[in-house]
C-alpha cells in the first residue's frame, strides 16, 4: 500500500541549506499575508528583502505572541479551525489558525513522523488515559485533542483507565491476551504513562515487550519520585520488558512537527522539514553544543500562521550533531523557564537582531 | 460500479455515525455534520474494517475524507460487493 520513508534522514548540512531556503520564502510569504507580522517584523529591524545567512539569523517570534495576538496569514473565509492550548499560566490560550491546507498538511507529516517509529500499519493501540476525555464531545481539554489525533495510528483502541479514572486490569489483561504476542502501541502523557501503567505491569507482572510507547508532556509531575528520561526507560524495560520508548517534544503552535526520541533513548532528533537552536537567554546568541540555553523551533509547516520560526518557553541543550541514531541535531528538553526569564523573552523579542 | 458495496457502505455509515434518515450519505464529506467529527471517525473506520474483512492503514484513514473516498478505497482493495 503505502510505504513509509523516514523524515529524519537529512544531514545538518543538507537541512540547513534547505531550511534556510524555504523558511526565508515563508517569512516572505507571512509578510505579504499578515499585517501584524509585518508590522512586528519592521519594528524588530527585519523590512522585507533583507537577506540571511544562516537559519538562526531569521527573526523569531516568542510562542507567547500568540496568547496575545490573533496572527493569521489566510482571509478569515478561509478559516477552517482553530486549535487553542491552555499553557502554564491558565487563563492565557494561544490560538491557531488552520485552512485546509495546513490542516491536511501537518496531518501528513505528523503521520510521516509517527510511521518512522511505527511503520505504515496501524498497530493494536493501548491508551494510557481515560475515555471519559471524550464525555464532551463538543468541546475535548488540550489532553483530549493530543490522544484523538494519535488514535488514527491505532486500531482496536483500549483505554487502560476506566470512566472513574481508575485503572483498569481486566481491560489491559484482554488487550495483552489478544495483542501482546505481536507489535502493540501505546500512548500516553508521561507522568500517566509512569503513575498508571507502569506502577500496574510492574505490580502485576504484565509483559509489555512487545510494545512501542510514545509518550510526551514532560518530568515536572514525576519530579517527587526522581523519575527521569534514563530511570523512565530503564525501570520499564527491567520491569514490563518494554524497551522501544519515544519520547516525544512538539507544542500546539507548531502543530504537526514533532520532535522524537530515537530508538537509543540518547535524546530527540528533528525531522528534516525542522530544526531546534539553543540560545543564551541574556544575549539570544546561539550557544554551542553542550550549552543549555532558551529552545527556538522552525519548521516549515505554519504556513497559514506565522508560527515557523518561534523562541519557546523551554530550557534545552543540543548533545551533539549527526553523531546519534538518526542524522541531524540531538536534544534533550531541561524543563520550562523561570516565570522571570520567560517574561523576559516576549519583553526583549525587539532584541531579535 | 459495484452498488452491492455501496449499499453496504452505506448503512455502515448510517449506523457508525447514528445518522439521521434524511441525511445524504453519498454525498457526506468529513466534517460536513457533528457526528463525522475525529472522533466519530475512530468508529467509522473500526465498522468498515469490520464490515468488510480489511485493514486501513494510517494513510488511508487520514485520507478518508468522503464516502466517495472511502467507495472508492474499498473498490481499489478489491472488495467486492
Redesign the interface.
Known sequence: MTVATSVFSKSQAERDVSLLQELTELTEHHRAASVEYRRILDAIGHPAGRRYERVADLPWLPVRLFKHHALKSVPDDEVFKVLTSSGTTGAEVSRIFLDKEAAAAQQRMLSATIQTVIGPNRLPMLLVDTKALFKNRRSFSARGAGVLGMMNFGRDHTFVLDENERPDLDAVRGFLAKHGDQPFLIFGFTFMAWLYLYELARDEHLDLSNGILIHSGGWKKLIDQAVDNAEFRRRFAQDTGLTRIHNYYGMVEQIGTVYVEGPSGNGLYCPDFADVIVRDPVTWEEVPVGTPGVIEVVSTLPRSYPGHILLTEDRGVIHGIDDGDWPGKRFSILGRLPRAEARGCSDTFQGAA | MSTAIADRLRGVFVEALELPADVDVENLKYRDI?QW???GH?TL??AI?DEFGV????????DMSSFKVALDMLQSMGVEG
Open positions: 457533528e467529527d475525529s472522533l475512530m473506520v473500526a474494517e485493514q486501513l492503514d494510517t494513510e488511508q484513514v487520514i
